[in-house]
């Protein structure tokens, strides 16, 4: 049985950080791409990048990039979002998922974590 559990969400002011983790059990995280997604109000979901079991991480566009960065430490099977520089437009429910081993389809997701960025 896969479970993945995102925590590390919460109220957040424009500006500041937070780190997110996605505590995987049922698979290695190391074996499988690790993928980040998010979901804000009204909107579908959106790919924020992910991690590929060679460590290797893509991101979605270049801001998610230049203030977004994925981890994983495989000793705790865990992946990790950290979000520098949080803007208002980052408000979302993220949530973690798991591909195969090629990275094409995501099978198991987590229940997701809120993050809500304020003024």
């Known amino acids: 049985q896969v479970d993945l559990v995102e925590s590390g969400g919460g109220p957040v002011q424009a500006g500041g950080s937070l780190r997110l983790s996605c505590a995987a059990s049922?698979?290695?995280?190391?074996?499988?791409?690790m993928g980040w997604f998010r979901q804000a109000p009204g909107k579908e979901r959106e790919f924020v990048g992910r991690i590929s079991r060679f460590g290797g991480t893509t991101y979605s566009a270049d801001s998610m990039k230049g203030r977004f960065t994925i981890s994983r430490d495989n000793a705790k099977n865990t992946v990790y979002l950290q979000m520098n520089s949080l803007k208002l437009e980052d408000t979302a429910v993220y949530y973690c998922?798991?591909?195969?081993?090629?990275?094409?389809?995501?099978?198991?997701w987590g229940q997701g974590t809120q993050v809500t960025v304020s003024s």
């Open positions: 998922a798991a591909s195969d081993r090629v990275g094409t389809e995501y099978y198991y």
């Open positions: 049922g698979l290695t995280v190391s074996s499988v791409y």
